[in-house]
């Protein structure tokens, strides 16, 4: 897209081409609480270990795509998903939210030359970075694990990237409308059943018709699907239809976001 035809859609106040310098704070902000940063990738390790392998010996198979799988290998490309998903929630609502009502960071950021839309992009690309680290960390635990079996397996990471931007857009778009830290109540609310039942744990076959539906307009059910297919090397072109469904999110969620910003600090 040319500068001209990209400064007609997104006025030179709002856009100014500087997302990535909110990155680099980010990446100097959470540098000296390293600890803090990778934790959030332990908490799918220790359900795939429990849970995979520990009530997995239970389980003889279950159906995944592909065809029948043990149990380990059938939770694993799950939680890879929900990593991604925590990952860009997490960082994408409680920091946001911290930096938008407390820290001022943001008021800070729009006394530069720098618009409502370098902050969307700018967060978004932050939630991506820490998502992709969960995503190729929890790859390579399966990888060791004899979890992976086919090189197509490696389209997990991108795949994994594209629903912790989806996620981090809806995210913060849905900070940007909360009053005071209750409100985030909404957002476990939200994030919890979706880890539980959006075939994360069970095939969606084990639930009652009308369940099914609802579990079937869940991002989380579409992420996992996305990813688990490609772990298991089953390539089909209903993958795009998960996969346009995160981009529908993402441009939805950094358009509510940047004109929420925009409402909110610039007028």
Same mark, same amino acid.
């Given at each position: 897209?040319? /500068?001209?035809?990209?400064?007609?859609?997104?006025?030179?106040?709002? =856009?100014?081409?500087?997302?990535?310098?909110? @990155? *680099?704070?980010?990446?100097? @902000?959470?540098?000296?609480?390293?600890?803090?940063?990778?934790?959030?990738?332990? *908490?799918?390790?220790?359900?795939?270990?429990? &849970?995979?392998?520990?009530? !997995?010996?239970?389980? #003889?198979?279950?159906?995944?795509?592909?065809?029948?799988?043990?149990?380990?290998?059938? +939770?694993?490309?799950?939680?890879?998903?929900?990593?991604?998903?925590?990952?860009?929630?997490?960082?994408?609502?409680?920091? +946001?939210?911290?930096?938008?009502?407390?820290?001022?960071?943001?008021?800070?950021?729009?006394?530069?030359?720098?618009?409502?839309?370098?902050?969307?992009?700018?967060?978004?690309?932050?939630?991506?970075?820490?998502?992709?680290? =969960?995503?190729?960390?929890? $790859?390579?635990?399966?990888?060791?694990?004899?979890?992976?079996?086919?090189?197509?397996?490696?389209?997990?990471?991108?795949?994994?990237?594209?629903?912790?931007?989806?996620?981090?857009?809806?995210?913060?778009?849905?900070? /940007?409308?909360?009053? #005071?830290?209750?409100?985030?109540?909404?957002?476990?609310?939200?994030?919890?059943?979706?880890?539980?039942?959006?075939?994360?744990?069970?095939?969606?076959?084990?639930?009652? !018709?009308?369940?099914? *539906? @609802?579990?079937?307009?869940?991002?989380?059910?579409?992420?996992? *699907?996305?990813?688990?297919?490609?772990?298991?090397?089953? $390539?089909?072109?209903?993958?795009?239809?998960?996969?346009?469904?995160?981009?529908? &999110?993402?441009?939805?969620?950094?358009?509510?976001?940047? %004109?929420?910003?925009? %409402? $909110?600090? &610039?007028?």
């Amino acid at each position: 897209m040319s /500068t001209g035809l990209t400064l007609r859609i997104v006025p030179p106040g709002l =856009y100014a081409r500087r997302a990535h310098v909110l @990155v *680099e704070r980010s990446y100097l @902000v959470h540098r000296r609480a390293a600890l803090s940063l990778v934790s959030g990738f332990f *908490e799918p390790l220790f359900f795939l270990l429990s &849970l995979g392998f520990g009530f !997995g010996q239970l389980v #003889t198979s279950v159906d995944a795509p592909g065809g029948p799988v043990d149990y380990a290998t059938y +939770v694993a490309p799950a939680l890879l998903a929900a990593s991604a998903m925590n990952g860009a929630v997490f960082e994408s609502t409680f920091n +946001v939210f911290f930096k938008f009502k407390y820290a001022k960071t943001y008021d800070a950021v729009l006394a530069t030359p720098m618009g409502p839309v370098d902050i969307a992009l700018g967060e978004a690309m932050w939630c991506l970075a820490r998502g992709g680290l =969960y995503s190729v960390g929890f $790859l390579a635990v399966m990888a060791v694990l004899g979890l992976v079996s086919t090189p197509w397996a490696l389209l997990v990471v991108p795949a994994a990237l594209l629903v912790a931007l989806g996620f981090a857009a809806v995210g913060m778009a849905a900070t /940007t409308f909360m009053r #005071t830290w209750h409100d985030f109540d909404l957002v476990l609310l939200a994030v919890t059943p979706m880890f539980l039942f959006s075939t994360t744990f069970f095939p969606l076959s084990v639930y009652p !018709g009308p369940f099914q *539906e @609802v579990v079937r307009w869940t991002p989380l059910y579409h992420a996992i *699907e996305l990813v688990r297919s490609l772990a298991a090397g089953n $390539l089909h072109v209903g993958l795009l239809v998960h996969a346009l469904y995160f981009v529908a &999110l993402t441009v939805v969620g950094l358009v509510v976001a940047a %004109r929420r910003i925009g %409402r $909110l600090l &610039l007028t």
